[in-house]
């Protein structure tokens, strides 16, 4: 039997479809009572991880488990894993409370929680009406319903937020959050989308044609990223040159005639420039967000194809972003952040913009 731990365990997963190396060598592990968010570009990998964890596909290579064990061995899976993936169908002229009773039926669970599922995805005033004339948002609810009929121990969600508004994707935070806080559960996400996801989930894996780019606390990642101060001087030459005296090592100039400072404040910048005498006309604080930090892990997926690895465009994680090291055995391998070190001065140095 499984060991009820609520532990998703993905190790040196790989799957080839012909020629296209779809997942490579993943490695990753959710622990319970916590969301975690699966991220990357289209076509990195994220659905085809799910369905191998859900026993929908054969990997290639490699194991993926829920509670010690691979899907096909959970005796009644639906009590252990409720997951949502790509487009599930409903039939369009069954209603919403009977398409749960025939699920609840086939998972063996009673007929009243097609009710109580309902009444916790918020679609209780909507259980007579038919499926079929449901916004993409109410089949959203109702796919989610129909993972929850088991009441299970984890949840896997290919793309929940799709269709949601902003209002949905609110409840949909509050609603995973107490599920996987308050009764310890597993919750994990994918999304392609950062943004979208970003209020929903603790911790990250990034993918990026099939391989993690990132693994670990999304305030790790979050604490990662570095701010600079641009400063527009007299004489941006004589403020390099009267920084780089003070000891303050990151310090470039930009084309635009400015100088780029990381890791000094507004006023120990302007103290140093009034204490030279270099006339300051501007100062502007610049924060590197999540976002960027996304797309630069993540970039190159379309660059050269999938045969390759590294991908040809990729040259390392961004500075001061270094990849998790693999496989991971725990949760105490998470990687380590903030990043610190010489590698910010790359980061912000030279004309990169
Ligand atoms: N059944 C299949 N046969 C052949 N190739 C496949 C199959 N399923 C997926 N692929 C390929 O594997 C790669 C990964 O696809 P996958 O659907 O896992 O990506 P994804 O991260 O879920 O993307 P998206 O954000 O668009 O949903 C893609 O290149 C895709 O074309
Ligand atoms: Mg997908």
Do not use: C
């Not at 509050?174 to 308050?182: K, Q, T, V």
């Not at 693999?326 to 949760?331: C, E, W």
């Not at 998470?334 to 030279?350: A, F, I, N, T, V």
């Amino acid at each position: 039997m499984h060991d009820g731990s609520g532990r998703i365990v993905v190790q040196n997963l790989s799957k080839r479809f012909g020629a296209v190396n779809a997942v490579q060598d993943l490695s990753f592990t959710v622990e319970p009572g916590s969301v975690t968010g699966f991220l990357g570009p289209n076509g990195a990998g994220k659905t085809t991880t799910l369905r191998m964890l859900l026993g929908l596909v054969t990997p290639t290579s490699g194991v993926a488990t829920i509670n010690g064990r691979p899907h096909s061995q959970l005796g009644n899976p639906a009590r252990v894993v409720g997951s949502v993936l790509e487009n599930e169908g409903f039939h369009p002229g069954r209603t919403a409370r009977n398409h749960l009773r025939v699920y609840a039926a086939a998972i063996g669970v009673p007929d009243r929680r097609a009710d109580e599922v309902l009444g916790l995805v918020g679609l209780g005033s909507a259980a007579d009406r038919k499926a079929g004339g449901f916004s993409l948002g109410m089949r959203q609810r109702l796919a989610l319903a129909t993972a929850l009929l088991g009441d299970p121990q984890v949840l896997v969600l290919d793309e929940p937020t799709n269709g949601l508004d902003p209002e949905g994707i609110l409840w949909l935070r509050n609603f995973l959050r107490s599920y996987a806080r308050e009764q310890r559960r597993t919750v994990l996400v994918s999304s392609h989308l950062l943004n979208e996801v970003e209020q929903l989930i603790d911790q990250v894996v990034i993918i990026s044609q099939g391989v993690t780019r990132y693994y670990g606390p999304l305030e790790q990642l979050r604490r990662g990223q570095q701010s600079r101060v641009l400063v527009q001087p007299a004489d941006p030459a004589a403020l390099v040159k009267a920084l780089q005296e003070q000891g303050v090592q990151q310090v470039s100039p930009t084309p635009d005639g400015r100088v780029a400072v990381a890791g000094s404040s507004v006023q120990q910048i302007g103290d140093v420039a009034a204490k030279a005498g270099i006339a300051v006309y501007g100062m502007q604080e610049e924060h590197a967000d999540l976002e960027r930090m996304f797309f630069q892990l993540t970039q190159g997926q379309y660059a050269g194809g999938q045969a390759g690895y590294p991908p040809p465009q990729y040259q390392g994680p961004p500075p001061g972003y270094p990849p998790q090291q693999f496989p991971p055995s725990g949760p105490q391998q998470q990687q380590q952040y903030p990043p610190s070190g010489p590698q910010q001065q790359q980061y912000w140095g030279g004309p990169q913009r």
